[in-house]
């Protein structure tokens, strides 16, 4: 009898222990899934979409980006890469290039349009500031407030290098650009909460 009470004891405690550590488990991933979830609480909450008008006649006023901050703490440096279409300089030709505008910062809790009309690239040969023909692809590289750089497409956050690579690789030169004029800013409303 006590032989089996011991074997009893054992089977038991071997099962509490399976249990044990199926529970320590299960809470060790729910803590990384926790940490995951927060290292990326700002990055999900920038984002961007793009606007265009089909309509429009002129290329210049049928663009628009739409940057958004949702996060309660600035976003302290991000740039645009975008895949724009430029003039060749036979003035009737065009051809798409990657165009990288310039480091910025963003306030929280805002959200900026810019008018495809405000945005322009430096021709490399003439030196002249033009302006877009189309705009094409975006890809957004930025830190966070503990200074994690991410990339945000327009589908995708990440921090895979690759996606960069890839994007860049597609675009064979790169050009200087620039946001003139004043641009659209507004207040978020739901500002802390993630997009949906």
């Known amino acids: ?5 011991g074997i009893g004891t054992l089977l038991f405690t071997g099962v509490a222990t399976y249990y044990s550590a199926e529970i320590a ?13 927060e290292e990326r609480s ?3 909450r920038f984002s961007f979409w793009q606007h265009f008008d089909y309509v429009s006649s002129d290329p210049q006023d049928s663009y628009e ?9 600035p976003i302290p440096q991000f740039f645009m890469l975008m895949e724009m279409q430029v003039m060749l300089p036979d003035g009737i030709n065009s051809k798409s290039v990657g165009v ?6 963003m306030a929280p ?7 495809g009309r405000n945005m322009q690239y430096q021709d490399p040969d003439s030196g002249k500031w033009r302006k877009m023909v189309n705009a094409g692809r975006l890809m957004i590289p930025f830190i966070d407030r503990n200074s994690v750089e991410w990339l945000r497409t327009v589908d995708q956050l990440s921090q895979d290098e690759e996606l960069s690579e890839t994007f860049s690789e597609d675009l064979t ?3 200087v650009g620039r946001v003139v004029g004043k641009r659209q800013e507004k207040a978020v409303e739901g500002c802390g909460s993630a997009p949906d």
Not at 1 to 5: F, T
Not at 25 to 37: F, M, N, P, T, V
Request: glycine share 2%; hydrophobic share 35%; proline share 2%.
């Open 65 to 73: 980006l739409h940057l958004i901050n949702r996060s309660p703490d």
């Open 42 to 44: 700002q990055a999900s």
């Open 109 to 115: 809790c805002t959200e900026w349009v810019i008018f």
């Open 173 to 175: 030169e790169g050009y």
């Open 100 to 105: 990288q505008f310039e480091n910025r910062s």
């Open 25 to 37: 488990k299960d809470q060790l991933d729910q803590s990384r899934e926790d940490a995951d979830r």
């Open 1 to 5: 009898m006590a032989i089996i009470a």
